[in-house]
Structures are given as C-alpha cells and as structure tokens.
C-alpha cells in the first residue's frame, strides 16, 4: 500500500493528512493541547472503542474513506489513528454519447456494483495455467506455440443476501509485453450485484470470502493484492472506478512448496463456492481452529485441540440439530440409573435425599457424549470417510475387539480427552491414538460441510486428500 496525503474531515474540521505504514496522521492549523482527563474521557471503563470512517480526498483528487479506530494519539493537535482499512475512488465517470451526429458526454456518479478479488491464493483455487495451451507444430523453425485459451467466466453460484443478488465467477487475465516473462497469468473471483450496495455492504461479503478462502485453503495466512471496485455502465460493461485496502490481515504470503496441492479447488467446489460464502455469512461455520500457515498444520497445542472440539460441535448443531444418536445400552443403563436413583431416594431423608435428587437431575439430562456424536457424523459420512478411516487406523476399523472397535476406542479417548480439557484435569495421558482422532476429526468437518453442500463424493474425497494432506491414492 503506497503512501497518500490530502484532506480528510474529522469532527466537523478539515485537516491535512498523510498515510503511511497503516497510519493516519492528521495535521492541525495551530498547537493544541489535551489533559489526560479530557483525552481518555471517551474511553472510560465500560466504554467499547469502536472502528469509525474519516473521509476525505487525496492529493490526486481520488476520494478516500479511512476506517480507523475511534481512539487515537494527540500530541499537541497532532492526531494520529490506525487504519484498517481504505477505500479510494473516483466519484463521477464520463458517460459518452452521440447527439446530432457529434460525440458528447457527460459526467454520471459511480454506484458500487462489484468487486474483483486477485492474489495468489485464488491462483491456487482457480490456476490462472489452464489459460494456456500449446500446440505443437515442426513448421520452419517453430517447434511449438504458446495459445492463449479464450478467456471465459465460469460460474461459482449466486446467493441473495439482505435482498441483493450476489453472483460469483471466476475467469482468468492474461497480461502480453515484451519482457522477459511476455505473457503473466493470473485469476480473480468477481463478485457482481445485482443492483447497487453500500461500502458496508462489499465489506462483508469480501470478508465472508476471505473467510471462505481460509477455509479452503485450511490455514490463515490468506493474501489479496488487489480488490477493485466496478459499477456497470449503460453498454453492461464493468467500469473499475476505486480499490479496496483490507490491512487487517496477514501480509505474508504462503511459501511452503506444497501450497498448491493443499487446497480445495474449483475442480472440487464449483458453484458450490457461494454456498461456502453464504455459510460465513450467516456464521455458522467456526474456523478458529485452523493453524496460521502450513508450516505449523500438523502441529497440536491445547488451544487448537479445543478449538477441534468446538468447531466439531458447531457444525454437529448446525448440520444434525435434531438427530438422537444415544445407543440401545446407553438408554438401558440410563433407566437403570435412574431407577436405582428413584429407589434410593424413596429411602433415604434430610441431605442425602437432596444429594440424591441431584445426581438424579444430572442423569436425566445426560445428553449425546462427543463419542457418540463423533460415531453418528461418521456413520453418515461412512462411504466419504472410509478411506481415511483405513488410513488412519486400519482396514479393521470397523471390527470388534471386546465388543469395542478401534473407532470406538478412538472416540470414547476424543471424548475423555474433550472432558478432561475442559475440566483443567492436569493429568492427561496423551498418545498416538489421539492424534489419529485429531486427524479424523478435521477430515470429518470437511466432509460433513461439503456433503451438506451437495458435492459429488468422489469429488469430497479427492478434495480432502489434497486439503488435507494425505498420501494415498483412491484407485489403490
């Protein structure tokens, strides 16, 4: 992000600013000073500091929209904010037209009707390659020729959001000069709307994409170089008009040399992208559990086991809200329990009566364990699931031994580990039967997900092998 300077308003005043390095300084007409007191007023104990907008115009006479935080540095009338993000723009285009046989024009007030999302994650998911293809010929002294491919947009869903339409796509741009490297490559996702949106409005859906772009990729360090603006003129041509700055995020792009292989792409997700989208938008998938990059992916801490934990509750109460999955011998022994109970607490008086009701209370409301909830998703993911189930643990997976098989054992350890975290029961034995868990777990998330989205199987599993990480082949 390049540096800027202009005019910006703040409180009903007009200040000279400068940008630089994600801060905003704001320069007054003469010294001013603030006590502590009247400086931290807006800020007492209780008080939320929340994120504003400072707009203005820059020395290039583009208008700019600053949202910062509300609390900022005074010294001496000297203001200075950090920034989260910039939206810089033209507010009129030339609107061309013929009258009288003469060309003529006027200026028309641009209208947020899209964005164009480029970078080298959405390279991954949608690679900007495929725009080539070679042709090999033994003419004089050619022995082959680079083609570019005719660019067409494929479609990636629509959804309605807040009552606009929200269509998704995907296309790749072919740059041509004489350089070294004459022809580059790259891919962007457009999002177009359906009629005209707020700033607000693009920030969240931009947002839900980024998160859906960790999500496929399954790690944080997500980078967009550049989100362009665009109206739509009166020949239904996209007319690029301002930019968008999101300097919230990670700055470091992805280097490990297996990124493009760890990745759903669009040859797994297709349309159903803005399935994914919509599901942030709502906020019903949790991914705080993913790992800043894929350096650290096959590395646990505790936080990330719990947050496994709760991402696998999430999407259970999202994606299974009314399944009853307690087995036959559960609910047997429960009512064994509970009898046992009601025939101790006939006999007993005073406190141990009390006490009595209680555990009584505590068993009735005993509810689906993880292990069973866990068992449940598994049974209904069972054919996407089988080959990392295998994997993970064996062809026998699914065989008794001691009336308990290996998933079962493996589940009934997640759920004793899940209670003894959640407890602060210091004293937990951990092993290589749980990381096995860990890894079941996570595969499962995605496979329940992408199943509910309604995508093909065999595209879920080739999927999850790349996400994912495994070394196998489905055809073995």
Same mark, same amino acid.
């Given at each position: 992000m390049e540096s800027m300077k202009g005019f910006v308003t703040f409180e009903d005043k007009k200040y000279p600013f400068s940008f630089s390095g994600e801060r905003l300084a704001l320069y007054p007409d003469e010294f001013s000073s603030q006590s502590l007191q009247e400086f931290f007023a807006p800020f007492e104990r209780g008080n939320t500091i929340k994120d504003i907008e400072l707009n203005g115009i820059t020395a290039n006479r583009k208008k700019v929209v600053f949202e910062v935080s509300e609390q900022y540095s005074d010294e001496e009338g000297f203001l200075s904010f950090n920034v989260y993000s910039i939206y810089e723009y033209d507010s009129l285009y030339y609107q061309f037209y013929t009258e009288d046989g003469k060309q003529k024009y006027h200026m028309k007030e641009t209208t947020i009707r899209g964005i164009k999302i480029r970078g080298v994650d959405i390279d991954l998911f949608y690679p900007p390659e495929r725009a080539y293809s070679i042709d090999y010929t033994k003419k004089d002294n050619i022995l082959s020729t680079v083609c570019v491919n005719k660019i067409i947009e494929v479609p990636l869903g629509k959804i309605e959001w807040k009552g606009t339409e929200v269509v998704f796509s995907a296309q790749y741009t072919v740059n041509q000069s004489f350089s070294v490297t004459p022809l580059h490559s790259s891919s962007e996702i457009v999002v177009t709307f359906g009629n005209e949106v707020s700033l607000e409005?693009?920030?969240?859906?931009?947002?839900?994409?980024?998160?859906?772009?960790?999500?496929?990729?399954?790690?944080?360090?997500?980078?967009?170089?550049?989100?362009?603006?665009?109206?739509?003129?009166?020949?239904?041509?996209?007319?690029?008009?301002?930019?968008?700055?999101?300097?919230?995020?990670?700055?470091?792009?992805?280097?490990?040399?297996?990124?493009?292989?760890?990745?759903?792409?669009?040859?797994?997700?297709?349309?159903?992208?803005?399935?994914?989208?919509?599901?942030?938008?709502?906020?019903?998938?949790?991914?705080?559990?993913?790992?800043?990059?894929?350096?650290?992916?096959?590395?646990?801490?505790?936080?990330?086991?719990?947050?496994?934990?709760?991402?696998?509750?999430?999407?259970?109460?999202?994606?299974? !809200?009314?399944? /009853? =999955?307690? +087995?036959?011998?559960?609910?047997?022994?429960?009512?064994? #329990?509970?009898?046992? @109970? *009601?025939?101790?607490?006939?006999?007993?008086?005073?406190?141990?009566?009390?006490?009595?009701?209680?555990?009584?209370?505590?068993?009735?409301?005993?509810?689906?364990?993880?292990?069973?909830?866990?068992?449940?998703?598994?049974?209904?993911?069972?054919?996407?699931?089988?080959?990392?189930?295998?994997?993970?643990?064996?062809?026998?997976?699914?065989?008794?031994?001691?009336?308990?098989? !290996?998933?079962? /054992? =493996?589940? +009934?350890?997640?759920?004793?580990?899940?209670?003894?975290? #959640?407890?602060?029961? @210091? *004293?937990?034995?951990?092993?290589?039967?749980?990381?096995?868990?860990?890894?079941?777990?996570?595969?499962?998330?995605?496979?329940?997900?992408?199943?509910?989205?309604?995508?093909?199987?065999?595209?879920?599993?080739?999927?999850?092998?790349?996400?994912?990480?495994?070394?196998?082949?489905?055809?073995?």
């Open positions: 409005f693009v920030k969240e859906i931009y947002t839900s994409v980024f998160q859906t772009f960790r999500y496929i990729t399954r790690r944080n360090n997500i980078v967009f170089d550049s989100i362009e603006i665009f109206d739509i003129n009166e020949k239904n041509l996209r007319n690029k008009f301002g930019r968008y700055y999101d300097l919230r995020h990670h700055k470091e792009k992805e280097t490990n040399k297996k990124m493009k292989q760890r990745v759903l792409t669009y040859d797994c997700i297709g349309e159903q992208f803005a399935g994914l989208v919509k599901s942030f938008l709502e906020g019903i998938i949790y991914i705080d559990h993913l790992p800043d990059n894929l350096d650290k992916v096959n590395k646990f801490g505790p936080d990330r086991m719990l947050f496994d934990f709760v991402a696998f509750e999430r999407e259970y109460a999202n994606l299974y !809200p009314e399944l /009853d =999955v307690r +087995s036959d011998k559960y609910l047997e022994a429960k009512k064994n #329990a509970l009898e046992a @109970l *009601d025939g101790l607490i006939e006999q007993k008086t005073g406190k141990v009566k009390k006490y009595l009701s209680t555990f009584r209370k505590r068993v009735a409301a005993d509810e689906n364990s993880l292990s069973d909830r866990l068992l449940s998703v598994i049974k209904d993911c069972e054919t996407i699931m089988k080959p990392f189930l295998i994997y993970e643990l064996g062809k026998g997976y699914n065989v008794p031994v001691d009336e308990i098989t !290996p998933l079962e /054992d =493996v589940a +009934s350890k997640m759920n004793t580990l899940r209670n003894d975290m #959640a407890h602060g029961n @210091l *004293d937990i034995q951990f092993d290589k039967w749980h990381i096995f868990g860990f890894a079941i777990i996570e595969t499962l998330l995605y496979a329940m997900r992408l199943k509910a989205l309604g995508i093909d199987e065999r595209k879920i599993q080739e999927g999850l092998i790349q996400v994912m990480g495994y070394n196998f082949s489905l055809d073995r």
